[in-house]
């Protein structure tokens, strides 16, 4: 016997219903340019010594130079004489009055031929400010990368937001000691703030086919029911 039309109707409805919030979730990025596909645009960047040694610049000399095309964020030094921090940072708006987890990530690499070493390094920070811009607490920050990786790897770190924050901000920060030597750079690339956990998230392909899964189960189901 055939599925009655109305049962084909019930298990489209659910499937939009399920699908929306994921697909919703999987984007939800509260960065402006997260890939530096516009180039730098919407960070401002910072450099404690001259420019000339320790530079902050969008990348996209080749392939492995992004995580997603055709950009990334380099942060290198030279600085041998004083130690510096150079980087970019964006803010967010967060929730008033209210505390939630936000969570951040973004893909770090650091090349062979230009590692971190000897105590360089780089990572990511959160912070909060109040409706002043007074710095809330301390920085929370993400584990470090302190050497060459050769590969795009996610750095994540997460942080409740006090009740008096008005905003958030994510920095993506380098530490160079000061040393001689050839140069020492990180690129950034795909970084995100949510207040979703990325590794919960579901992606919008294995949603489909679980759904489209569960939905053959409920039709079969049904024309079971309607057989007997
Ligand atoms: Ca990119």
Sequence with gaps: MKTPICYKIIVLAAMFLILLPAVVFSYDNLL???SFSDGITGWSLWSTVDEEDVTVAQSGLGEIFYNTPPYSLEVWSDAYWDYATAGAWQNFSV???????????SFLRSFSDEALRDGAEAWL???????????LGDAITSPHLVSFNDEWQSFQVSGESPLEAVEGRIELRMYDPGMSGSLRSVYFDDVRVGLEQPTTVPEPVSTLLFISGGATLITRRFSRKNKK
Excluded: E, H, V
């Design 32 to 34: 402006n340019n997260p």
């Design 125 to 135: 920070a959160l912070k909060w400010y109040d409706s002043n811009g007074a710095q």
């Design 95 to 105: 929730s008033p009055s209210q505390s939630s987890t936000y969570y951040a990530s």
